[in-house]
Nanobody
Framework: QVQLVESGGGLVQAGGSLRLSCAASGRTVSSYALAWFRQPPGKEREFVAVIARGGFSTSIADSVMGRFTISKDAKNTVYLQMNSLKPEDTAVYYC???????????????WGLGTQVTVSS
């Protein structure tokens, strides 16, 4: 059982930065890879980044590579640092936990409710 609560979303101008947080808790949380997905308006949910359960490896989507980074701390809070934001980054951002650090929605068992990120031009 894993509980995920996102925070840190908001409105930012293009070129700005935001840091999203996901508080992950539960007795089995350390067994899961933790990922960020996003869903732009009118589009399917898409992979952004994932960190493996041991924290030793990360993977990032090509669309945000060089601008976004994923990390987590010892309390299993996962972060998404977003720099050089673009209007096309506007989406609801979701934290997810899954048994494998996959890049597709179907592999994730637990989801937060999401946090809105809006980037103005």
């Amino acid at each position: 059982q894993v509980q995920l609560v996102e925070s840190g979303g908001g409105l930012v101008q293009a070129g700005g930065s935001l840091r999203l947080s996901c508080a992950a808790s539960g007795r089995t949380v350390s067994s899961y890879a933790l990922a960020w997905f996003r869903q732009p308006p009118g589009k399917e949910r898409e992979f952004v980044a994932v960190i493996a359960r041991g924290g030793f490896s990360t993977s990032i989507a090509d669309s945000v590579m060089g601008r976004f980074t994923i990390s987590k701390d010892a309390k299993n809070t996962v972060y998404l640092q977003m720099n050089s934001l673009k209007p096309e980054d506007t989406a609801v951002y979701y934290c997810a936990a899954g048994s494998m650090p996959a890049h597709v929605v179907a592999f994730y068992e637990y989801w937060g409710l999401g946090t809105q990120v809006t980037v103005s031009s």
